[in-house]
Every structure is written in structure tokens, then in C-alpha cells.
T-cell receptor
């Protein structure tokens, strides 16, 4: 069964550095998402992306965050200047269509640790 | 931000028992999804419910969407140790999804 893959599985970065998290969504999916889960807390929506632009974003997704689909397969989340509170699991997901009715398929996440 | 509250937060039961997990909100959702998450992995979709009052069954799991599309329940019959995990509900609105606070289930053999 096709799956969403995320790299790296664990990223350790110094505070203030830029970090790029990478995702390869399922190939025929059109909607892409990023979520984060701080340790012990709930999964939080960051952003959804369709047709090469952001379709929705949460208040967490401020101007330190950006997303990009640089080629036909990768979907990336960039954090420009990381803070300690950015430490979390970051999950990428994709779905065949939007509107909330189609299932989202999640990757296994990238654990981001900011020192 | 639309809030989804799940209850109970933690549940520990013996193998063979039945249980129900609840997901409640004051907001209306166009759909609601249930996921199970294992440690170190991403959430895995169990079911999507779309119509108010809808009931879906997945083997020993029964999912119900409230008539007003604000709440949902997950009932597990004859729980098994393999059911152990974190159960998450998520409400959909547009292309944004709100996850519940989660229910951590432990089934003791």
C-alpha cells in the first residue's frame, strides 16, 4: 500500500538555525498537510496546501514557517529561525481530495529537537 | 480554534471488556475521523463519518456520528491487547482539521 514518507526521522538543530523537513506524499494525492505534536499534547494543524499554494493555515503557522512543493514529489516545511518551543513531532499527511471527507494518510513523522 | 474534547483521557481495562470513547465539541463538523496512533508513528485512519447519525462498523469497533454532527463515539466490543493505543478523533472543516485531546487505551491480557 502506498504511504507517506518523511525524512529525516530525527533532526537535532541549534536554536536560531533554519530547518527543512521533507515529505513525499502519496503520488496521486492532491492535498498536503503539516501537523505538529508537542510531547504529551494533541496533534495540531499547521497548514494545508493545494495546487501549489496554501489553502488554510492555523495561527501557529506564522511567518517563521513556509511550505513548498519544489518538484513533483517532495513537500517541505521550512522553519526559518528555530526556537526551543518548536521542538515537537512534525507529521506530514496527504489526501486525494479536500473538504475533509477524504481520508488523510500520515507519515511516521520527524522528531525535531531544538537545543 | 474549534475544540474537540475526548473522554476518558486514559482507560485501562481487562481483555474481553467493552468500552466507549467519546469525542465532543460545540462546533459542527462536515466530517469526523477516528485515528489510532502507536508510539513513534503517525496517526492511522480507522474511519470517516460524514452524515449526522451515521453508524459505521469495523470488526469489533463501532463508530457513531451525532445527529448534530458535533460529537462522535467509538465503541469497542470484547477488547483485545492489540487494541492498545492512542485513539484520536479529528473534525474536518474546509481543509483544516482539528484533533481531539486523545484517549490512551490499555487492554490488559
Amino acid at each position: 500500500e502506498p504511504e507517506v514518507t518523511q525524512t529525516p526521522s530525527h533532526q537535532v538543530t541549534q536554536m536560531g538555525q533554519e530547518v527543512i523537513l521533507r515529505c513525499v506524499p502519496i503520488s496521486n494525492h492532491l492535498y498536503f498537510y503539516w501537523y505538529r505534536q508537542i510531547l504529551g499534547q494533541k496533534v495540531e494543524f499547521l497548514v494545508s496546501f493545494y495546487n501549489n499554494e496554501i489553502s488554510e493555515k492555523s495561527e501557529i503557522f506564522d511567518d517563521q514557517f513556509s511550505v513548498e512543493r519544489p518538484d513533483g514529489s517532495n513537500f517541505t516545511l521550512k522553519i526559518r529561525s528555530t526556537k526551543l518551543e518548536d521542538s515537537a513531532m512534525y507529521f506530514c499527511a496527504s489526501s486525494a481530495s479536500g473538504g475533509g471527507h477524504q481520508p488523510q494518510h500520515f507519515g511516521d513523522g520527524t522528531r525535531l529537537s531544538i537545543l | 480554534t474549534q475544540l474537540l474534547e475526548q473522554s476518558p483521557q486514559f482507560l485501562s481495562i481487562q481483555e474481553g471488556e467493552n468500552l466507549t470513547v467519546y469525542c465532543n465539541s460545540s462546533s459542527v463538523f462536515s466530517s469526523l475521523q477516528w485515528y489510532r496512533q502507536e508510539p513513534g508513528e503517525g496517526p492511522v485512519l480507522l474511519v470517516t463519518v460524514v452524515t449526522g447519525g451515521e453508524v459505521k462498523k469495523l470488526k469489533r469497533l463501532t463508530f457513531q456520528f451525532g445527529d448534530a454532527r458535533k460529537d462522535s463515539s467509538l465503541h469497542i466490543t470484547a477488547a483485545q491487547p492489540g487494541d492498545t493505543g492512542l485513539y484520536l478523533c479529528a473534525g474536518g472543516g474546509g481543509n483544516q482539521f482539528y484533533f481531539g485531546t486523545g484517549t490512551s487505551l490499555t487492554v490488559i491480557p
